[in-house]
């Protein structure tokens, strides 16, 4: 098992990243061999500031160490350090369909009414996703729900690759949508994601908060007057309600009908501060790991440096291979 995944490096790690994503990279260290990567190359497809892209990238790579990324045990990089990610794309371009990039949802929500004022990057963003992943023989990708679509594209990239050219130079990897993957919602609107790009801190919890911030955006959470039941079902139409249980759950690693049992008949007033003690005692370790780290540039780069380079060792022979398949004589 070869497990690839990567992260767009927005700086500000907050506990739907967490949650979502990153407790199940920790865990997936112990079921096989893992590369994971800051996406730097992606965040270039839509406008960003060069000051906050290599910052951003040197805070998302502490907030993985921190939260329990082992450089020693995995490899951790970003890909702009290896420039095989790019070349892989481009040899991919001539693989991937104008008609199956047209159908990317995430495309046409990132490029709302302006498709024309799009950059190509976006457009061409699920090919370099599919280069991240066929480039390693990855066997299983963990992504959220909504980066499935990307997938399945790399898949149908890899199959036509194989056929087009009688070779059998990537390995299809398979979608991983890990057992504690949780989509967490912004604890002001339960049916919006938790995201960074909220114009309310309150919306979320961050990583860098304090034990006091953290408790202040639970009290301030909305919830509805109601008690709790004793099921998920009971919560189908409170969305907000359902967020927290969710994310008790998740943090406390077991399943909303377990905590459900716990709580059930119980109001917000004693949800809440419990709720609050468990986010503290979670994320505590991990801000202080963070916080330790974050400023250190130099160790930061030193470890993403030699990630990059395990990393290409590691695609070196399968970007020959997809060069000589092509019939393009790189002298690799
Ligand atoms: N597009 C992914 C996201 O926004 C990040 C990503 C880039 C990724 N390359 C990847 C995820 C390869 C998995 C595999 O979440």
Redesign the pocket.
Known sequence: MRV?????PTGNLHLGNYLG?IQNWVKMQDEGECLF?L?DL?AISMPIDAAELSAGTREMAAALIASGIDPDRSTLFN?ARVPAHAELQWLLSGTARMGWLNRMT?FKDKSGKNKEGASIALFA??V??AA??LLYN?TH????E??KQ??EL?RDIAEKFNTDTGTETFVLPEPYIGATAARIMSLRDGSAKMSKSDVSDMSRINLADDADAIAKKIRKARTDPDPLPDTMDGLAERPEARNLVTIYAALAETDPDAVLADFAGKGFGDFKPALADLTVSVLEPISANFNALKDDATTLDSILQAGAEKAAATGAPILADAYRALGLLSGR
């Not at 690839?4 to 767009?8: A, C, F, T, Y």
């Not at 990708?141 to 959220?144: A, K």
């Open positions: 690839v995944s990567g992260i767009q994503a990567f996406a992606h890909q995430q963003y699920p370099l996703q991240d992943v990855a990708v963990p992504v959220g909504d980066q990307h997938l790399a």
